[in-house]
Structure formats: C-alpha cells, structure tokens
C-alpha cells in the first residue's frame, strides 16, 4: 500500500499552507472508512489524514482478548498497513482548527488548508474522571479493556477468580460502546459457569443509565443472559472512585428525577470499569466546526 509520505512532500505538514479538498483528522476506523467512501465515490478527490499514531487497533477486539477469545496481538497492525495509499498522511496531532480560514494548525506548527473537514479524532480516555482509578487500574483486581494492553490482565483475572463479587461498571455517556461492559461481563460469566466458579461467584452490573439497554428490541435477549448468570442489576449507579488496596469501590446513586443523590460503597475483589470519555482540548476552542 503506498501512503504519500514526507520523503514524497506530503507528510508531516512541512509545507506552509499545503492544501487539500478534504482534511480528515483521525486515522482510526472511522477517518479511514470515511476517506475509502469518499475516494469509492471520487477518485480525483485530494484527500488527506492527520492522524499520529505508528499501531491501529481493533479496540472492539479487546473485549474478546478480555475474555479469552482473541489474542492480544491479533488487533493491532501497524498504521502504514492501513493507511490507503491515495491519501496524504501526516503523522502529527492538531492542536487548532482554524474555520474561518479553513485551515488546521499541526503540533509542529504546520498549516493545512482545506475545502471540507472532516473531524473523527475519536475521544480521549478520561481516567480521571474517577478518583483514585488511574492509580487503581492493573492492580488489585481493577482493570479496564480500553487501557491498551490491560485486556490481558482483564483474563488473567477472569481466570483466577474462583470465589466472591465481580463489579462491571457502565458510565454515563459518551462512551465507546454501549455493549461493551455487558460483553465483558457476559464472557466473564461464561467461563465462571464453563469451569464450576459461577455459584460462587456474586456478579453485579452497575449501569449509570435507567435500563439494561437502550435499544427496546434488545433488552430481552439480554435479560435473558441476566438471569442465566444470576446477575444483580443495579440502575442509575455511576462509580465515582475506586480505592484498590482497600478493594472498595463506591457509587453514586440517582433516583429518575435526579433530585437526590446517595453513595454507597462496595467491597470488590475484582472490578471492571468502562471507561469515561471527554473531547480533546483543541475541539473546545473557539471557531470550530466539523463537516
């Protein structure tokens, strides 16, 4: 696959005022498919990528090497293997955008013009959300599969439990997946009940949302699944810090009207947590705009 590079003038935005008809910023699966249907649609287009990453991963495979069904090495491959060969790719971050220039300043302090923008950064992971989670995670039975690389430590967990309570937590949105706690936690419970642990085992799933899913025609599949592994549902329970030496995690608790908030605390041996996610900064700064 050849990907125009900065050898060839177009990566890395040395160029003052290069210009382009599209600029997408984000190389992930999105950025990607994006410029695919655009160049499918338009072969002329001048399409570039700004995207600084060196791996893409398969993020939704990390739920399946959490649960013992993938291995971790089988959803990354190297940028350049995906990165279509008709698009310019810089390997930088943005730090502006620049909408009524119709331009995007780089880290480098490269300016790229545009016609179109299009902004698929993704969101970044907002660990401190939750106190005392950064500190906790992939130690003392707290883990996260969208910490790169911890979805191992998620199965050695797994794995190594044999008795007591499992926490899957579900924060509010946005996340990445809304299916993705209850993944985590229906393959978990799975090998419980494959290897004998799962009657020993108390598994509760603490959703900061008012139902199981947010899709109706889903919610009774799903249920189903609830009650084939005895899960405890616990509605409207946002996790707000996480203590792991102590092996305790506490929630806050809204009822629907949200008018009275109570926290309670929960002793744990093992917790996964969904991560929280939050905008990169350079998208909250004035004269902003996607297309």
């Known amino acids: 696959m050849q990907t125009n590079t900065a050898e060839q003038g177009k990566e890395q935005g040395k160029e003052q005022g290069k210009q382009h008809t599209v600029v997408i910023v984000g190389g992930g699966a999105a ?6 249907s655009l160049h499918k649609r338009d072969s002329t287009l001048d399409i570039a990528i700004i995207e600084p990453a060196h791996s893409h991963h398969y993020q939704p495979g990390w739920t399946m090497v959490g649960g013992g069904i993938f291995k971790p090495e ?21 730090c ?3 909408e009524l220039n ?3 300043t780089l880290a480098d302090g490269s300016v790229i013009g545009y016609q179109a ?5 993704g969101l970044e992971l907002n660990w401190a959300g939750i106190d005392g989670l950064k ?7 707290v883990t996260s599969n969208y910490q790169e690389g911890m979805a191992s430590y998620t199965w050695e967990m797994v794995q190594s439990l044999k008795t007591g309570r499992a926490l899957f937590s579900q924060p509010p949105m946005p996340i990445k997946c809304a299916g993705a706690p209850q993944k985590a936690m229906y393959l978990s419970a799975d090998y419980w009940l494959r290897n004998g642990a799962l009657k020993n085992i108390d598994i509760q799933f603490h959703n900061a949302g008012a139902v199981l899913f947010g899709v109706p025609d889903y919610v009774p599949a799903l249920q189903s699944y609830i009650e084939k592994y005895g899960v405890e549902l616990n509605y409207q329970n946002n996790l707000v810090s996480v203590n792991g030496p102590s092996h305790k995690a506490t929630f806050r608790r809204t009822k629907a009207t949200r008018a009275a908030w109570f926290l309670k605390a929960k002793q ?7 991560v929280m996610l939050k905008g990169h900064e350079w998208m ?5 705009r996607s297309v």
């Open 31 to 36: 950025g990607i498919s994006v410029a695919a």
């Open 74 to 94: 089988t959803t990354s491959k190297p940028m350049a293997s995906v990165m279509p060969g008709f698009a310019s790719w810089y390997k930088q971050t943005v």
């Open 96 to 98: 502006s955008v620049d």
């Open 102 to 104: 119709n331009q995007v």
């Open 117 to 121: 923008l299009v902004l698929a950064p």
């Open 135 to 141: 500190e906790a995670l992939g130690s003392n039975g």
């Open 268 to 274: 744990l041996p093992g917790l996964y947590w969904h």
């Open 284 to 288: 909250a700064k004035p004269a902003r």
